[in-house]
């Protein structure tokens, strides 16, 4: 079990820069995901704490001390690929002594280890099988086995749930995250799922074309998105983001969307836009279960009036599409009594409301 | 009339029989095929298109025996999953590709592709090669070429499964105004149960090559008619409880629970599964009409709302609660049930 | 087992005769069928015809000098003479010995050396390829022209014995066993580059993920080759090792031109022996038979093999 300090690690692949000047501190036990968009540099990162890609700049140390002259071999990682490149012509308990096998270890105590981990994967009942005989859902729980069996200083995972069908997949998240307690090991996961990052993971680092975008708690980062990227990715459904010039007009600022809209801003987001009067574009954000339909509740709330798009049922809710002009709001359906084609108004709580520079894609004013 | 009829129709493979399938789909009516992997719905569709002949039943196209009507006579279009772009042509090469080869009129050509760039924003990509385009930009194309035929129905299998995940909720949109605009008939194959149930008028549920249920997905979610169709729909998945109906048929025992549940109307006693979706429990004894004690296992705060597993004996149950919220891990817990939306399944799996 | 074993991917088979058969000429696919009838015909022309003959010719006693047409050798009718008279032919046997002695050396040391290369050359490295261009170079040039090359090089005064410091009489290509050495190394070689070729292909197959995660695992580069490459690479090996083998059989040119068999029969290999009796004795029918003979011992060792590797493969 090792902490993991990523200082300001560059990589570059040619002229392509793949991950640019990213910090990271991974504490002992932590189980921490790097979520991000394909090709966002995320599987690069990890590749590089694996050792499996060099560092062009920038140092990772484990427990403070620099592993890069260690041979792969001898770094002692656990890593899960994304198709588990399970060795398909051994048998089931051959892959799972491999990593035991290749260390010398006396043959009683891989038999002893190779058995418990079995019963611990529920795969006991297929050791003597050919590996490539096994379901998915079994050689999941094999390239698992295989690299927890060598007790690594930290366990890295490359997109393991998203070969699995869904019912299945949620069953493996929970069980990852009972096998994470269990091992006590440090965990590194590798997802562009932000569902799976968020229910899993006790700290998420979001990863946009090689930066960091944020680093922090599930419900942290939810709740308190440092800028528009991090806004947009995280949350299903999406939150609402309005794009927009910002204008005064007789004393009321408003954000002009593009498309005719007009969007009266009031209260706390008012304030934040105006936090930096440097700022001439912005983006609201508004998560859709925050807003609610009818009149407005309170002074500072903003009211519009649009028509229901589109109505579809996610889950448990029914989510519907709101249309003002050419801007569309997501809102939750609370009393399924929307539907295609109403005239509506919808109120957007002022305090609820997010505030970003367009241009830059920061955060305006306090956070919460 | 129907757009599409399929009545009765069986199709036999080595391994596997489809059918028999009863289905119609209405002219303009988005209608949704939704299954596990391997359950026949592509079937479905080859059986639609002409591709393959049903070994027995029969299908109507548009009120017409279709048994006679080779595959370009049926006049529909698809969509695949992996689109079968032509990677050699532009963009414009592939909307127009089967208009061309029916050797439609230059004039009618350059119409169709102009209201196809507009309703899918492709005039922008249209000189490109498909190897130069996004995946979305490449669906978006794949599309064109479908709407282009002006078909009397498309049949779409799959086509959003390879995007990313936002780009999936917009295309998901995006495709349901374009059928509602042309009053266009959709038949659309995913084994997403929540992108199918998004997006369609009407749903058919295939479990193992037959039709579980056909209804609305307000109606497929909240009645689901047997337990298989439970099983599948929703994510996480419906709580199940396995038990017995007393001899009176008032009240559900199982094993797990600390007392009977009251059942406020039962048709037969013997062997039963109770169901209970994740959102159906509170974290309140007092709320429902029947209550029981649980053990926090792990949290999952996805933001809008929370997944708590919990633990009734050794069954893990799913909670799904609204907001965001701290419960520690390991503490006791009292749950209730929302009496009004409780499942219930008598042995052979149907609805009670 | 053709069924499809995805009911959704929905191939459109039925319950009907499985088999290559079915598969090309069933399920309405019948114009593929016509269209590959030409070309099977031509092939069942080229090599059933042919075959025919020989087996016609191996029975009798016909040579060219007979002064009647081949079609009529029935009037010289031997019934099994000819096979017998091979059993107890002791150049034949002779012959037969020196290939697999040829087949003994040559095979195992290419196949070392070309797994070497092979291995060298799955990674990348600077000049990688340069240098696998040159590495290809010998199994281009025409085996005539080798054995001119490997003629030349072991000359009493030619380049090898000069490197060597051996004296002017110190010969090769003339002396009873180095006859055999040189052709051994002569064709080694030429025909390395092959095996490294088809070895290279075959551990290019190996998933990288696999040998990634091996490695991971803490296995060393060798332990990861004998346990993960290797059993990998199984089929490749069977084929590699087959083809090379039946190859050694067709030795010709490069024999001809080095040593022309000799000195004595020292290096006559099943091929020469052949083209002697073939155009020094004319002896056609017997020939035929030897032809047929060898023809069937190497049917039944390359079915061998490949039954092997379909059982390795399930």
């Known amino acids: 079990m090792s902490s993991i300090q990523i200082n300001n690690v560059t990589k570059k692949f040619g002229e392509f820069i793949a991950v640019r000047d990213l910090s990271l501190d991974i504490e002992e036990g932590e189980f921490v995901a790097l979520l991000g968009p394909s090709g966002c540099g995320k599987t690069t990162t990890m590749n590089m704490i694996a050792g499996l890609e060099d560092i062009t700049d920038g140092e990772i140390l484990f427990d403070g001390q620099n592993l890069s002259d260690v041979r792969i071999q001898d770094r002692n990682i656990g890593f899960v690929f994304q198709n588990y490149a399970i060795f398909t012509h051994l048998t089931v308990y051959k892959n799972l002594s491999y990593g035991l096998e290749v260390k010398k270890i006396s043959k009683p105590e891989v038999e002893r280890r190779v058995s418990a981990m079995a019963d611990r994967m529920s795969i006991s009942h297929r050791l003597n099988q050919p590996a490539s005989s096994l379901s998915v859902n079994e050689m999941q729980k094999l390239a698992i086995g295989r690299s927890a069996i060598a007790e690594p200083r930290i366990f890295l995972l490359d997109e393991p749930l998203s070969n699995l069908d869904a019912g299945f997949r949620a069953y493996m998240r929970a069980e990852l995250k009972v096998l994470q307690h269990e091992f006590g090991q440090t965990m590194i996961y590798v997802t562009h799922d932000q569902i799976e990052a968020m229910s899993l993971a006790d700290k998420i680092a979001i990863i946009d074309q090689g930066r960091l975008m944020q680093y922090g708690s599930p419900l942290d980062i939810y709740n308190n998105p440092h800028n528009r990227f991090v806004a947009n990715f995280v949350g299903s459904p999406r939150m609402n983001l309005i794009d927009g010039e910002l204008r005064e007009e007789s004393g009321i600022l408003k954000l002009m969307v593009h498309g005719g809209a007009e969007i009266p801003l009031s209260g706390k987001v008012k304030s934040d836009f105006t936090s930096d009067s440097a700022i001439h574009s912005g983006s609201l954000g508004i998560r859709p279960q925050d807003i609610y339909f009818g009149k407005k509740k309170k002074a500072e709330h903003i009211e519009l009036h649009g028509t229901v798009e589109v109505v579809e049922r996610v889950g448990p809710k029914r989510l519907a599409y709101i249309q003002v002009l050419e801007t569309n709001f997501l809102a939750f359906d609370d009393q399924d009594k929307l539907s295609v084609g109403d005239e509506i108004s919808f109120c957007l709580p002022a305090d609820k409301c997010l505030a970003f520079d367009l241009q830059s894609g920061r955060r305006l004013g306090e956070m919460q | ?352 | 087992m053709n069924a499809p074993t995805k009911a959704s991917a929905g191939a459109p088979m039925q319950n009907k005769p499985s088999g290559y058969w079915a598969r090309v000429a069933g399920d309405g696919n019948k114009m593929g069928f016509w269209f590959v009838l030409p070309t099977l015909l031509l092939m069942l022309f080229i090599v059933i015809f042919p075959l025919l003959m020989q087996l016609y010719l191996s029975v009798t006693w016909w040579t060219p000098l007979e002064g009647i047409a081949w079609y009529r050798a029935w009037e010289v009718f031997s019934w099994g003479e000819n096979y017998y008279f091979l059993a107890t032919d002791p150049r034949f046997w002779g012959a037969l010995w020196r290939t697999l002695i040829v087949m003994v050396f040559a095979v195992p040391a290419q196949f070392f050396l070309g797994m070497a290369l092979a291995y060298l050359f799955v990674d990348q490295f600077p000049g990688r390829k340069f240098f696998y261009s040159i590495m290809l170079t010998p199994m281009m040039i025409v085996p005539a022209v080798v054995g001119l090359m490997f003629f030349l090089l072991f000359q009493g005064t030619g380049p090898i014995n000069e490197h060597l410091g051996l004296p002017s009489n110190f010969s090769w290509l003339t002396d009873v066993n180095r006859a055999m050495i040189s052709v051994i190394i002569a064709d080694v070689w030429q025909w390395t580059p092959l095996m490294f070729l088809i070895l290279l292909a075959g551990m290019l197959g190996v998933p990288s993920d696999q040998l990634l995660a091996a490695k991971l695992l803490g296995g060393s580069n060798w332990q990861n080759f004998v346990k993960i490459i290797l059993p990998r690479m199984k089929t490749v090996i069977i084929i590699a090792l087959v083809l090379r083998a039946v190859e050694c059989f067709k030795i010709f040119d490069l024999i001809f031109i080095m040593t022309k068999g000799g000195p004595g029969v020292q290096t006559e290999t099943i091929s020469l022996f052949l083209y002697k009796q073939t155009f020094g004795e004319l002896e056609w029918a017997y020939v035929a038979a030897i032809g047929l003979t060898i023809l069937f011992s190497l049917s039944v060792i390359a079915a061998k093999g490949l039954a092997y590797m379909a059982k390795n493969n399930g």
């Not at chain 2, 002949?53 to 969509?79: C, K, L, Q, Y």
């Not at chain 2, 695949?80 to 090469?93: D, I, K, S, V």
């Open chain 2, 1 to 352: 009339m129907n757009a599409i009829d399929i009545r009765g129709a069986v199709k036999t493979y080595p391994e596997f029989k489809l059918g028999p399938i009863d289905l119609s789909v209405s002219q303009g009516e988005f209608f949704g095929i939704f299954g596990p992997p391997s359950t026949g719905k592509t079937s479905i569709l080859k059986l639609i298109l002409g591709l393959v002949r049903p070994d027995e039943g029969e299908i109507f196209i548009s009120g017409h025996n279709a048994e006679t009507m080779d595959v370009a006579e049926r006049d529909i279009s698809m969509v695949f999953q992996n689109l079968a772009l032509f990677p050699h042509m532009t963009g414009r090469e592939n909307i127009v590709f089967p208009l061309t080869e029916r050797g439609v009129s230059e004039s009618m050509i350059s119409e169709r592709l102009d209201f196809v760039s507009e309703v899918l924003h492709v005039s922008h990509i249209l000189h490109k090669n498909p190897a130069q385009m996004s995946g979305g930009e490449r669906q978006r194309i794949a599309l064109g070429r479908a709407f282009a035929a002006d078909s009397r129905a498309m049949l779409l299998d799959e086509p959003i499964a390879a995007l990313d995940a936002r780009l999936r909720e917009e295309m998901r949109v995006e495709l349901k105004r374009l059928q509602r605009e042309n009053n266009q008939t959709f038949v659309y194959v995913s084994h997403d149960e929540e992108e199918v149930m998004a997006i369609s008028d009407r749903v058919a549920v295939i479990i193992d090559g037959q039709i579980a249920q056909t209804g609305t997905p307000d109606d497929v979610y909240n009645r689901p008619e047997s337990l298989a169709v439970a099983k599948v729909i929703g994510s996480p998945p419906m709580n199940l409880f396995e038990g017995q109906v007393s001899k009176d048929a008032k009240s559900f025992e199982c094993d797990k629970f600390s007392k009977t549940y009251k059942l406020e109307s039962a048709t037969s006693d013997g062997q039963a599964t109770l169901g209970v979706r994740p959102e159906d429990i509170w974290l309140d004894a007092t709320k429902g009409n029947f209550s029981l004690s649980v053990t926090i296992s792990s949290i999952e705060p996805l933001g809008g709302y929370t997944i708590i597993n919990a633990l009734l004996d050794d069954q893990i149950i799913k909670i799904r609660a609204p907001g965001q919220m701290v419960l520690e891990e390991g503490a006791k817990q009292d749950i209730s049930f929302d009496a009004r939306r409780v499942h219930l399944f008598n042995s052979e799996g149907k609805r009670q």
